[in-house]
């Protein structure tokens, strides 16, 4: 964790979020102050067995503990706040500062996680000002797929850093949401920008990205056109597109239904907050949508990604407990897949399609548009704030390349652009640039326990086993005779069948009693961690000649000795090599 600031720099750091879709945190420091913006969560990818997200390593933060004065959000979806309860479990007295929504939304994690009441929690709005000894935090709007979306300016004695958030410029927002602030990302350009931290997602769509309002006309005209039931999934938070379903089921004479802890959630919040605005009785309870005519129904819920355990995939699996697919009915994905979910969702869509139901997706019914700004809107953005350096964030890497090469078109020099690192440290003056160090954060894995404290190993196992499978050796032996008295026998799950591989268990059999014996001779005697591991390194470099494979190999040595039922000896307790065989 080496980082080297001179007394004058400003340092910009990633503790997630760069180089990949997810885990976006990112930390401005001065002095003895961070500023941290965001602290959200990744999804996982497909070898990563029995995650449920991926959070960072916090290590750096904790240590400097008391440097942080504040956690500021942009927005209240889960890349952005997904690891905030991770982080209050480590460092509980950070003051947290979100949007109304994101608020609501935090809310709810902190009571899940018993940090509630622990939490000292903060609304901002457009106009708040934080101002600490040394630094100032203040925001203006943007526009995204969720509601109360804010830019964050972080003022320091060398000029203003500004972090986007995720954004785009929608002049025509719906749900009587504000269009983007460009009067106050002007006047804060006017002001001097020392460097601007700009959303890469969409850094190589060469276009503007089409207004949600566009979105919801089309999915107007799609569900007026349907007879039967309508099954509509999307993000429980893109409060945008729940409102425009729950118009167009208004306006065709349809009841709606709402399924899925986190829809329920946010359609709440959406009410309390005044997003929202539900005509009595246009709402029912779940057990009553199978008594109305599939021309009145829509129902509402997650699940537009793929997830097992969500609605949409318990009703596509013949598993809900109150809807069962018929096939008139017709499910509308109003959604991308985001990065690592493009499998399961087109699993899904299938097993909907096969069960007979009319499935609308993608853009080409134009039922889904994008949260974030295409290159137009990014030299757009540049030319408002006019920043002295550039830094593509939230992005994989060939995105932020892109980025980079979209701020030089609009006249940033190539050396005042940089592609940074998770853990890389950014030093800035109003003269000068640098790298000063860099922060080591490995990933962190919580898994469906909401442990996080699954770590790499855990995770590496479990791909061998899903990949090789499992051998598990059991032997009986004495040490003080160095004897091998039953075994060693091997069982195999997930590498071969047994019945059809018997030349190779007896060969693998033969050759861990070889190795046990050889072990047990030797002086001074091994202990039994240094027997196992000789056991797994020789027998999967034996079977990888054989099968060009390496499963995950289990012994069980079990010492004559320490056992306390004393084994019956018999012609079979003392083992010939050339005589074992497979059970």
């Given at each position: ?7 004058n ?50 290590s750096?933060?904790?240590k ?66 934080l101002?600490?000894p ?63 931290l700009s959303?890469?997602?969409?850094a190589?769509?060469?276009?503007f990205?089409k207004?949600?309002?566009?979105v ?7 569900i007026?056109?349907i ?5 509509f ?11 425009t379903a ?6 065709t004479?349809?009841?709606v ?8 959630n946010g359609?709440?919040n ?43 995939s ?23 897949p ?7 969702v ?34 757009m953005l ?9 830094v593509?964030?939230?992005?994989e890497?060939?995105?932020q390349v ?9 006249g ?10 998770n ?21 962190v ?12 190993v855990?995770?590496?196992d ?13 032997a ?19 590498f ?17 009693y070889?190795i ?12 039994e ?25 289990l ?8 056992d ?14 050339n ?5």
């Amino acid at each position: 964790m080496a980082v080297n600031l001179k007394n004058n720099e400003v340092g910009i750091y990633a503790i997630g979020g760069l180089g990949e879709i997810g885990r976006n945190m990112y930390c401005v420091e001065f002095q003895d102050e961070i500023i941290i913006m965001d602290c959200g969560i990744k999804f996982p990818e497909d070898d990563e067995m029995g995650i449920n997200y991926v959070i960072s390593d916090y290590s750096y933060l904790v240590k400097n503990r008391k440097k942080i004065k504040a956690l500021v959000v942009s927005h209240g979806h889960e890349d952005h706040i997904g690891g905030i309860p991770f982080l209050l479990k480590k460092i509980p007295e950070i003051p947290v500062y979100a949007p109304p929504f994101a608020l609501a939304l935090i809310r709810g994690k902190l009571e899940e996680h018993g940090l509630l009441k622990t939490t000292e929690l903060h609304e901002e709005l457009e106009d708040t000002v934080l101002k600490f000894p040394k630094l100032s935090v203040s925001f203006f709007r943007t526009t995204h797929s969720i509601p109360d979306t804010l830019g964050i300016t972080v003022q320091t004695p060398e000029g203003a850093v500004v972090f986007t958030g995720d954004w785009k410029f929608d002049l025509t927002p719906v749900m009587n949401q504000p269009a983007p602030n460009f009067q106050k990302m002007a006047k804060i350009g006017e002001e001097g920008v020392l460097a601007l931290l700009s959303d890469s997602t969409n850094a190589e769509v060469p276009t503007f990205t089409k207004s949600e309002r566009f979105v919801a006309q089309s999915l107007h005209n799609i569900i007026t056109g349907i007879d039967g039931r309508i099954i509509f999934a999307t993000f429980a938070s893109n409060l945008y597109r729940v409102s425009t379903a729950i118009q167009a089921a208004i306006d065709t004479g349809r009841k709606v239904a709402i399924f899925g802890r986190s829809m329920e959630n946010g359609v709440q919040n959406g009410i309390d907050l005044g997003y929202l605005d539900i005509p009595e009785g246009t709402i029912v309870d779940a057990s009553e949508i199978n008594k109305l005519p599939p021309e009145q129904v829509m129902i509402l819920c997650t699940g537009s990604q793929g997830e097992p355990l969500a609605a949409l995939s318990r009703i596509a699996n013949g598993t809900h407990r109150q809807i069962s697919l018929k096939p008139n009915d017709t499910v509308i994905f109003s959604s991308n897949p985001i990065p690592g979910n493009t499998t399961s969702v087109n699993h899904l869509i299938n097993k909907l399609t096969e069960a007979g139901a009319k499935v609308v997706h993608g853009k080409i019914h134009n039922v889904h548009t994008s949260g974030h700004a295409g290159q137009e809107e990014q030299k757009m953005l540049v030319e408002l704030m006019k920043p002295r350096f550039f830094v593509p964030v939230h992005g994989e890497y060939r995105m932020q390349v892109v980025h980079t090469e979209t701020a030089q078109e609009t006249g940033i020099p190539a050396d005042h652009t940089f592609v940074l690192k998770n853990g890389d440290v950014l030093a800035l003056t109003k003269d000068s640039s640098r790298l000063a160090g860099h922060i080591n954060i490995p990933d962190v894995y919580v898994d469906t326990s909401g442990s996080d404290d699954v770590g790499n190993v855990v995770v590496r196992d479990r791909q061998i086993l899903a990949e090789e499978g499992l051998v598990v050796v059991v032997a009986t032996v004495d040490y003080e005779h160095q004897r091998v008295l039953a075994g060693p026998d091997i069982l195999s799950r997930g590498f071969v069948y047994m019945r059809e591989s018997t030349d190779l268990i007896s060969a693998a059999q033969k050759h861990v009693y070889h190795i046990l014996r050889e072990q047990m001779a030797q002086k001074p005697k091994p202990d039994e961690r240094e027997m196992k591991k000789a056991i797994i390194e020789n027998l999967q470099d034996f079977l990888y000649s054989r099968t060009e494979r390496r499963p995950m190999i289990l012994p069980m040595i079990i010492d004559k000795n320490k056992d306390s039922k004393p084994i019956k000896k018999n012609k079979k307790n003392e083992q010939d090599p050339n005589q074992i065989k497979n059970d």
